[in-house]
Nanobody
Framework: QVHVVESGGGLVQPGGSLRLSCAAS????????MGWYRQSPGKQRDLVAA???????NYADFVKGRFTISRDNAKNTVYLQMNTLKPEDTAVYYC???????WGQGTQVTVSS
């Protein structure tokens, strides 16, 4: 059974940083691409960043230069380091294991003074 669990969200001031973690189990983690998405109320779920099994990364234009996705296959975990956060980054952030159809439950990130 596949499980995807996010953690690390919270409240941060504009300009601050957070690191999200996503632990996946029930799959051969190293074989799968992983992605971070986000969704704000009333809006569609957008891809934020993705990382292939080989470590190639891709970012949405609105986070390039501020966010970094990485993975630790020994820990079955993918990370999203978020720097220089803006109020418009406020959303629920979801982790997705591509090819499995499995999403995490999401973690809330709120950027506000």
């Amino acid at each position: 059974q596949v499980h995807v669990v996010e953690s690390g969200g919270g409240l941060v001031q504009p300009g601050g940083s957070l690191r999200l973690s996503c632990a996946a189990s029930g799959i051969i983690f190293s074989a799968y691409a992983m992605g971070w998405y986000r969704q704000s109320p009333g809006k569609q779920r957008d891809l934020v960043a993705a990382i292939t099994s080989g470590g190639t990364t891709n970012y949405a234009d609105f986070v390039k230069g501020r966010f970094t996705i990485s993975r630790d296959n020994a820990k079955n975990t993918v990370y999203l380091q978020m720097n220089t956060l803006k109020p418009e980054d406020t959303a629920v952030y979801y982790c997705y294991a591509w090819g499995t159809g499995h999403w995490g439950q999401g973690t809330q990130v709120t950027v506000s003074s």
